[in-house]
């Protein structure tokens, strides 16, 4: 299967309040409360820069990527790279991106995006925020693809409320997995970090995936 390519796609749903019913549209246009939360003010691109991770972090020792539009810092798995050029072409709705790559430096199957919403959402919210944000994103990421959720919990992320989902994805060329965890990184900002591995990733990319999303911090 094919790696999804989101810097060069139209621009997926960010996490929010749950659309209301809308006419029938094409696939690629988001609804309508959905749409107001990728209108993130022009010249806010991310600035990423390098550290080393410590603590419970289970990618400790690692590099790190700060995105400072999100407000986040993830760490690097072995085996997967951060281009700081790229993040500058991802598309409005994501400010950093980190990719698995082979021996060869060609990317595969495992892609970690992170960005930050338009608006804030209410931490009584956040669960169904997350499930509508991670469905949206894989009906763009996976077009006419069934999506079952396999997993919804509330957590805490650097102390901040948090909720993930994760999907599965079913498909003729084999299964994709998608985990979303959306954070309430302070009082006017939510932020999330979205996980994708395909059936051309490695064995380890989903473990990895969860070690990213898992040793998030709040910067």
Sequence with gaps: MT???????????????????????????PAAGLLALLLVAAGTAAAVRWDHGGGDDPLAGRPRVT????????????????????????????????????????ETGGTVLAGRAGQTVPRAGLGRATESAARSNAEFF????????????????????????VLRIDGADGPA?????????????????????????GPAAAGDVEAVLDGATVD
Aim: no cysteine; net charge positive; aromatic share 6%.
């Design 67 to 106: 995105d400072g539009r999100a407000g986040l810092s993830y760490g690097v798995p072995d085996g997967w790279r951060h281009d700081t050029a790229e993040d500058g072409q991802l598309i409005g709705a994501f400010s950093s991106r980190i990719s698995e790559v082979t021996a060869g430096s060609a």
């Design 3 to 29: 790696r999804p390519t989101p810097a060069t796609r139209p621009r997926p749903p960010a996490p929010g309040p749950p659309p209301r019913p809308a006419p029938a549209r094409s696939r690629w246009r």
């Design 177 to 201: 997995r998608l985990r979303m965890t959306v954070v309430t990184v302070d009082g006017e900002r939510t932020s999330f970090l979205l996980g994708i591995t395909t059936g051309t990733a």
């Design 142 to 165: 996976f077009p006419d693809r069934p999506a079952t959720l396999a997993e919804s919990h509330a957590t805490v992320l650097d102390g901040r409320p948090a909720h993930t989902a």
